[in-house]
């Protein structure tokens, strides 16, 4: 599976961003699809993830109400709305896609994308 971010840029604090990723290949509906996101010296961090059907989505609590992961599977597409952006969301954000049980570790997703910036001025 081959992904491309895309959708980044620069937008001001509290505004909105809408990330995709397109895979490549037939079988995307087979995937469990994740966005994760990287600062300067700091660790990946699991941003959100996706069942492979769309039905269960995860989030972790900084994050909860104000971005939403979601994916179709037609046109092999997963997205990261973005909503009311804070300076601390500067990051690159990656998609991610894996197979079995959906999950918030990177290590639990084989496939990466090249990252898309997002950055958020205050």
């Known amino acids: 599976v081959q992904l491309q971010a895309s959708g980044g840029g620069l937008v001001q604090a509290g505004g909105s961003l809408r990330l995709s990723c397109a895979a490549s290949?037939?079988?995307?509906?087979?995937?469990?699809m994740a966005w994760f996101r990287q600062s300067p010296g700091k660790e990946r961090e699991f941003v959100a993830a996706?069942?492979?059907?769309?039905?269960?989505?995860y989030y972790p609590d900084s994050m909860k109400g104000r971005f939403t992961i979601s994916r179709d599977n037609a046109k092999n597409t997963v997205y990261l709305q973005m909503n009311n952006l804070k300076p601390e969301d500067t990051a690159v954000y990656y998609c991610?896609?894996?197979?079995?049980?959906?999950?918030?570790?990177?290590?639990?997703?084989?496939?990466w994308g090249q990252g898309t910036q997002v950055t958020v001025s205050s």
């Open positions: 991610a896609a894996g197979q079995g049980i959906t999950t918030t570790t990177t290590r639990a997703y084989d496939y």
């Open positions: 290949g037939r079988t995307f509906d087979r995937y469990k």
């Open positions: 996706i069942s492979r059907s769309g039905v269960a989505t």
